[in-house]
């Protein structure tokens, strides 16, 4: 018995390495290139005897969904609404006894990340010189011109 996985978005093939690889973003309207209509765990007869594996895959995939799911999604899906200006799912301001209140929600997140990214920018690209190369004794002549040199071929 081998089982084919299906996600919600893409049906994918897991016995078969030359079914054709689709993206979740190549099906938006269209039909599943690869003809396979079986649900997420509905078991298939093949004598193969790949199915131990197969469902050590899927239990895998499974346990790692429900743990990203229930440590760090909800903390993800707010970031992403603050910085979109949105309040966070949970919030009271989401309920139909706040519809008639104002929808302005002014986070400094986003504000904050590109006032970052200008610094960043800034400290980047700054200084002309791609390396900066010093003689470690700058009494020695000798250290001061292989400096130079270097410099120069570095550049």
């Given at each position: 018995m081998a089982r084919w996985v299906t996600s919600s978005r893409c049906n994918?093939?897991?016995?078969?390495?030359?079914?054709?690889?689709?993206?979740?973003?190549?099906?938006?309207?269209?039909?599943?290139?690869?003809?396979?209509?079986?649900?997420?765990?509905?078991?298939?007869?093949?004598?193969?005897?790949?199915?131990?594996?197969?469902?050590?895959?899927?239990?895998?995939?499974?346990?790692?969904?429900?743990?990203?799911?229930?440590?760090?999604?909800?903390?993800?899906?707010?970031?992403?609404?603050?910085?979109?200006?949105?309040?966070?799912?949970d919030s009271k301001y989401n309920n139909p006894a706040y519809d008639k209140r104002s929808k302005v929600y002014r986070p400094k997140l986003r504000s904050v990340i590109r006032k970052n990214e200008a610094a960043a920018a800034a400290a980047f690209f700054s200084n002309l010189d791609v390396v900066d190369v010093n003689a470690q004794n700058q009494a020695d002549p000798k250290q001061l011109i292989s400096a130079e040199v270097n410099k120069l071929l570095l550049q």
């Open positions: 994918v093939d897991l016995l078969d390495p030359h079914a054709p690889h689709v993206s979740d973003g190549d099906l938006s309207d269209k039909e599943n290139p690869a003809g396979y209509e079986y649900e997420l765990g509905e078991e298939v007869d093949d004598d193969s005897g790949d199915s131990d594996w197969l469902r050590l895959a899927q239990q895998a995939y499974r346990f790692s969904t429900t743990w990203i799911d229930s440590n760090y999604r909800k903390r993800w899906e707010d970031s992403l609404r603050a910085f979109n200006n949105q309040h966070s799912l």
